[in-house]
């Protein structure tokens, strides 16, 4: 990719001012930046050199102008060196110099020379001339009886004349009233750079925009002829049109950098910057955690995300890496893959404080997983089960395993197919939800099925019997109920900013709940609930009926438990379980249903939920709520755990003492543990060490 867009900026020969493939440039532009040493004459040239070093030696001197910079050299003596010639003496007059401005005098050869051709002739010569023997040039002119024609002579002729115009150029060059060649040649492929950099630009922009959009870039045919060539290139013609600058690199046959190659480079280049944005702000936290998940995309291949996460500017960051195609999803084949990818972005693994992974046996295996792999070459970086991922499996197991909760969720989704498949089916469940005043909910269409006439009309008949049914109307209620205690703490688990002292603290307010709702009188309410539904929608409420029309389930032998655990869900070693022993009643029935579901949510909650570290049990130090909030010997823990062994003990504990009494002084109390991170962090040179272990445990231990 480098090379690539590095031979779209670069300089080529033809650039210069001066080329080999331009001989005429030298016609123009100043070659003769010193006197002339005919000795010094390349090969190259393939002119001749002075016949004689006294010829060569003629046309050195000293007392002429250097460069075409200087002025004439036009001394003006009381006397010039005088010449016989017959019986006449003859001799340089320097009124000359007022007539004929070019014209200079050399004292040492007693010679007169054209400073224009001297330093803008180059290499020219005339019919008859050699190099290095051209009068007014190479040679002093002296012969004064025929000066003033043979001046007027070489001032009339075609080289002086195009040298004049050089000298004039040149000057209007230097005082800016015009440009050179080399400089016309060197502003068009500055403008041309720009305009290539600012069509550049116009594609990663593009780039980025459908990236942070999440969309797809290629079209099935992005050819000229195409009506749809592709987000890319459709977007890049857009711009295009609003800017007609744009449109002469994208129409161009080749040189367009539209094609699929370069587009994978910009993704390429762009998705470099943003990991290198992120190492920088994870190296300025110094602390991360890593977090990575997989799942098969939709043409069934594994894939693979890694996140950090950490804490730049005292908020909590989770950035994404990268996604990747894994060919192999083995333990050691994602541990390595995972500690490389960190490596390769420069962050160093001695800084890693935790990792979270699912609950996977590759990922969590103990022995060799995931966590168990990265571990040993990060002994601190302590694994955390996704929460999110554990409170899915309290729920997706309560639901599955009770016979009755998972037939209601079956009726409703056999509904939403019944009902989405068909366009005439579904604008009727949008009218009777407009006639019933309620929010009108709209379904996605799933698989098409067709149905005949009459399999729809048994579908429906059979579908409105179990709807109509009061042991499902009252499984609904259950779910309701379980679900709407539950769901804020789905919510906030997915936070990214959630700490995990923050997240046990709602895991144990949600238990609580749970708990509150195992009672008699809360049952009595939900159960007139569903009553009062089932007689709105002309439910049979009949004792009778309603067994008789409930969610049929897998019979059981009857067992006869004591009449003492009759309100409790009883299971024994071989999965059989008191519910329907001796109901006779649907309210019993109800009963044990709805206490069933509970009793097996909390069981879950505390088998996926039970705190196993001391480092955990730890984290309360810094609930703002709790009566441990800063205490010192937990702090110490936390600090132990993430080898923090520099830590001054001492100050540890002064630290935690005062930012204690500092946080309850304050007139807004913080409301988590990030909320107290965030106020000490404005105090950084007081609590030092104590951020150091606020820090590690923000970063380490995460709920999700």
Known sequence: MQRRLASFFKPTDSDAGTSRDNPSATEVLPTNEQTLDVRHISEETNLREPQTEEMASRTISTDLSVNPYDNPCQPVLTDYPATTIGNRTRKFNSSYFLAYPWLEYSKEQDSVFCFNCRHFSGSSLRSGERYGARAFIDVGFRKWKDISELIRQHENSDRHKA???SLTQFKAIETEAAESVASCLSKEREKEILENRQYVKALLKTTALLGRQGLAFRGHDEGESSANQGNFVETVHLLTEINPDLMKNSRKAYGHYMSHEYQNDYIEVIGNEIKSSIAKEVREAKYFAVLADETKDLSKKEQLAILVRYVHDLKIKERAIGCYHMRKVDAESLADFIYNEI????????KCVGQCYDGASVM?????GVQARLREKAPQAVYTHCHSHRLNLVIGDCMQKIQRISSVFSVLQTVYSFVSNSNTRYQLFVEAQKTANVPVLTLERTVVTRWSNW???????GLKNQLESFPFIFSLHVIHEVLAVINPLSEQLQAADLVISEACTLISATKNELRKMRDDEYFRVLYGKSKELAINVGADLSETSALSSAIPVKSKRVQKISGRLRDYLTTTTIGKHNIDSESTTTEDKMRREFYEVLD?????????FSVQLPVLE???CLNPKSKDFMDSDLLLVIATYFDQAGIDTMQLKCQALIARAFVSQLPQKPANALDVFERLGGLKETYFELLKVVRCLIN???PT
Not at 343 to 350: A, E, Q, V
Not at 364 to 368: A, D, L, R, T, V
């Open 163 to 165: 040298c004049t115009i």
């Open 343 to 350: 490596k390769g972005i420069g962050l160093d693994w001695s």
């Open 364 to 368: 969590s295996g103990h022995f060799s």
């Open 455 to 461: 399999e729809a009309a048994a579908e429906a008949t």
């Open 600 to 608: 097996r949510v909390l069981n879950e909650f505390e088998e996926r």
């Open 618 to 620: 730890a984290t309360r």
């Open 700 to 702: 380490g231990i995460i």
